[in-house]
């Protein structure tokens, strides 16, 4: 190739390059001139959708369109989720990610997305502790005593989930394997339903969260051994850590975030991550993560997909070990 056609390929490959940014800007200050759309790929009702909904709420004003939330449930929110990633990527359909993103590459044996080259993590808003909850009648009242128990009468002590690779099922999994104890999975076809069961005293303990079951701590009718958090939880604030109890690798907790397709352009992600987390830091919003026990959280793109790439791999170990599959 001569000189003058090496140039001119290099000039069209700039001039190309130049193009799209230009596209890409031209879409960001555009951007957003029509209703957005935030997919919760569970159903309503639960700490997910409701995080979603003051969410948008919030976020409507903010960006002058409304922001609607949509659920499209199904397949351990693959199925919403694998409807954002292959939405077009302009940053009108956004996704509530939350643990199951992170579990689920390692959970099933093929996926109908994937989660780190089809999306891109816009923001992480929030985080609430794991707990190990108990009925109130039932003899431990630390992990401690937990503990004893289960080395004097393995596989006696059963603990409930939401279904086998459940973030409660891999939790408990998790303090199997960090403990060396034997208790027994008990599944579930949902959260909900352990917790009347461990109400009524049929199933012993549960890994949850507790922004599952703040009605239940501050009606006292459950009994907390831990929590799974670097400190205290405001809202059990005379429940020690797992970490004070001597387990200080059980660390789980529940977080929620939004992701787009991650192909949407640059300048759209910053606009939505600057307003997201500008919402994140309201009056309502805030107060909303608190009284689900909840913290708030502000992190960069870079950070929200660092930190999900994190879960990736703590999750990925406790899937392994648990040889849980999905599929």
């Avoid at 940053?91 to 044996?109: D, E, H």
Wanted: overall charge positive; proline content about 6%.
């Amino acid at each position: 190739m001569s000189p003058y056609k090496n140039l001119f390929r290099r000039l069209q490959i700039v001039g190309a390059a130049m193009a799209v940014l230009g596209i890409g800007a031209a879409q960001a200050q555009d951007f957003p001139n029509r209703p957005l759309k935030i997919i919760v790929p569970y159903g309503a009702g639960g700490s997910v959708d409701a995080i979603a909904r003051t969410l948008a709420q919030e976020l409507t004003p903010r960006l002058g369109q409304p922001v609607v939330v949509e659920n499209r449930t199904g397949a351990g929110s693959n199925v919403g989720s694998t409807f954002v990633a292959k939405s077009p990527a302009d940053g009108y359909t956004l996704l509530l990610t939350s643990p199951g993103n992170a579990i689920n590459p390692t959970l099933f044996k093929q996926m109908p997305y994937d989660v780190r080259t089809e999306l891109t993590q816009v923001a992480v808003v929030g985080r609430a502790p794991g707990i190990l909850l108990a009925n109130p009648s039932f003899p431990a009242n630390s992990v401690k005593d937990l503990v004893e128990m289960a080395r004097k009468t393995p596989g006696a002590i059963n603990f409930g989930s939401g279904g086998p690779g459940s973030s409660e099922h891999l939790a408990g999994e998790m303090f199997k394997t960090t403990a060396g104890i034997n208790i027994t999975h008990i599944p579930y076809k949902g959260g909900a339903s352990v917790i009347n069961d461990v109400l009524a005293g049929h199933v012993q303990i549960f890994f949850t969260n507790q922004a599952n079951v703040v009605g239940q701590i501050k009606a006292n009718t459950i009994k907390v051994l831990g929590v799974a958090s670097r400190e205290r939880s405001s809202l059990l604030p005379n429940v020690p850590t797992f970490a004070e109890q001597g387990y200080p690798e059980q660390q789980v907790s529940v977080w929620w975030g939004i992701a787009a397709p991650a192909n949407t352009p640059v300048a759209v992600l910053d606009r939505l991550n600057k307003e997201i987390l500008a919402a994140g830091a309201s009056a309502s919003m805030r107060q909303r993560i608190s009284d689900m026990g909840a913290e708030s959280l502000a992190m960069t793109r870079a950070q929200a997909n660092a930190f999900l790439e994190d879960e990736i791999v703590r999750w990925g170990k406790a899937v392994k070990s648990s040889n849980a599959q999905a599929n």
